[in-house]
């Protein structure tokens, strides 16, 4: 059994920063890619960005600049530092690993509002 825990949403002013945090626990042998899709009102769920094993990273057009991933490993945890925040970015944060159990599955986080408003 894996689980996601997901943490460090909330309210934030345009122009703000915050840091999203996704730990996994479980049974794990190995994880692949990590990533963090989003998701607003009205909108399908979307990628924000995604780091391979290596470290590699993408990112979304919209995110490019103001948003970094990264991963820690060790911990089986992922980052999304969000920088320079817009009412745009206002949605359900949703953290996506690909876990080795075996097999290869992927595994959802619960999610995390963000909202930027003044």
């Known amino acids: 059994q894996v689980q996601l825990v997901e943490s460090g949403g909330g309210l934030v002013q345009p122009g703000g920063s915050l840091r999203l945090s996704c730990a996994a626990s479980g049974s794990i042998v190995s994880i692949g890619t990590m990533g963090w899709y989003r998701q607003a009102p009205g909108n399908e769920r979307e990628l924000v960005a995604h780091v391979i094993r290596d470290g590699i990273t993408n990112y979304a057009d919209s995110v490019k600049g103001r948003f970094t991933i990264s991963r820690d490993n060790a911990k089986k945890t992922v980052y999304l530092q969000m920088n320079s925040l817009k009412p745009e970015d206002t949605a359900v944060y949703y953290c996506?690993?690909?876990?080795?159990?075996?097999?290869?599955?992927?595994?959802w986080g619960q999610g995390t509002q963000v909202t930027v408003s003044s």
């Open positions: 996506n690993l690909r876990v080795f159990i075996p097999p290869w599955r992927d595994y």
